[in-house]
T-cell receptor, first 116, second 116 residues
């Protein structure tokens, strides 16, 4: 079935370090891909998205490229800040399936902690 | 302000005592859903609704009920809560897809439920 696999956390980095959180997916068809972020005590917020192969989503210094050949959507940031500490979720959904239209399939989440 | 609201935010209850978690959105979205978040499992969909009076099961519907009598509200009902339903619950909403453009899903702030 359709699923998302994220690298296990937690990830601990120093401020200004480079971040990569790996995400791969299994899907029949052509999903849209998302990264959501959950700050402590809050709900999920959309961080970035990509709707087709080779699209690059970007927001707040984070980037992810939709790689169909490797079925991946890795999240990267060149220089993390303490305020980036949060849980990050990779997710996919389909825009062309009746019964599962709009449903998000989430990875298990990766906890990121950034130290000053 | 566009938002999804949930109440209560925190709830401690005992096994077997019926409870309802309310969810309301002010964006006129057709699609609403409930997720539960558990450590190491990410978010799993409980139920979803494509519109008023149209609801369907997600991945983990056992022990839950929902109703959609009005477009803005989508309450989650636990008729006889059990300790394995202790979790963090999120309500979400979004408009139905038009064509192939995916729309952002908006999440509520979460309800932390403890069943003893």
């Amino acid at each position: 079935g359709d699923s998302v696999t994220q690298m296990e956390g937690p990830v601990t980095l120093s401020e200004e370090a480079f971040l990569t959180i790996n995400c791969t997916y299994t899907a029949t068809g052509y999903p849209s891909l998302f990264w959501y972020v959950q700050y402590p005590g809050e709900g999920l917020q959309l961080l970035l998205k990509a709707t087709k192969a080779d699209d690059k989503g970007s927001n707040k210094g984070f980037e992810a490229t939709y790689r169909k050949e490797t079925t991946s959507f890795h999240l990267e940031k060149g220089s993390v800040q303490v305020s980036d500490s949060a849980v990050y979720f990779c997710a996919l959904s389909f825009s062309d399936r009746g019964s599962t239209l709009g449903r998000l399939y989430f990875g298990r989440g990766t906890q990121l902690t950034v130290w000053p | 302000e566009a938002q999804v609201t949930q109440n209560p935010r925190y709830l401690i209850t005992v096994t077997g005592k019926k409870l309802t978690v309310t969810c309301s959105q002010n964006m006129n979205h057709e699609y609403m859903s409930w997720y539960r978040q558990d450590p190491g499992l990410g978010l799993r969909q409980i139920y979803y609704s494509m519109n008023v009076e149209v609801t369907d099961k997600g991945d983990v519907p056992e022990g839950y009920k929902v109703s959609r009598k009005e477009k803005r509200n989508f309450p989650l009902i636990l008729e006889s809560p059990s300790p394995n339903q202790t979790s963090l619950y999120f309500c979400a909403s979004r408009p139905i897809f038009r064509g192939r453009r995916p729309y952002e899903q908006y999440f509520g702030p979460g309800t932390r439920l403890t069943v003893t």
